[in-house]
């Protein structure tokens, strides 16, 4: 997957900032599906100042998982744990399937690719596919994310 400018929520300009997605939405969007398929919404956390993304934890199809949504971007993945230092994220096909009009989903493959990266003349060379701006860059150096996933959902601050 290739990594877009911005995904990470770091800058090195104001204005080269991308908008942020509507969380009144999105909140809407899992409140509505969440429910259609007798689940139970049972937290809605808009992005905080070390996250990039919403979480939504629910319990839907006797599973409890948390819905994750990119704050910049309409990337949308689905996970059974989310913490500080690891995100494990699953398939669910039928709230993909009921998702995918509003959002792209991003399936596990894709979230698990390894990251890589070398070092160059005194910086980190990112070798993955991406547009990642240099404030992006120098904050994958530093928190040294494994893959794709733990860039598009970051704890980074």
């Known amino acids: 997957m290739k990594l877009p400018n911005g995904v990470t929520g770091f800058y090195n300009a104001k204005h080269n900032k991308q908008p942020i997605k509507d969380g009144k939405q999105f909140k809407q969007h899992c409140f509505s599906i969440i429910r259609r398929n007798n689940g ?12 990039n993304f919403f979480k939504v934890e629910v ?6 998982m948390h819905i994750l949504l990119n704050e910049h971007y309409p990337f949308l993945a689905l996970a059974s744990f989310v ?13 993909f399937k009921q998702f995918s009009p509003f959002y792209k989903i991003l399936d596990m493959e894709e979230l698990n690719e390894p990251l ?12 993955s596919d991406n547009e990642l701006n240099s404030a992006e860059l120098e904050q994958i150096a530093y928190w040294k994310p494994k893959s794709v996933g733990e860039v598009i959902y970051n704890f980074w601050d």
């Open 116 to 127: 890589y990266m070398k070092e160059g003349t005194g910086k980190i060379i990112l070798e």
């Open 40 to 51: 139970k919404v049972l937290e809605f956390l808009e992005p905080q100042n070390a996250t």
């Open 83 to 95: 913490d500080f230092e690891n995100i494990i994220f699953i398939h669910e096909p039928e709230l």
């Open 59 to 64: 319990i839907v199809f006797n599973k409890h």
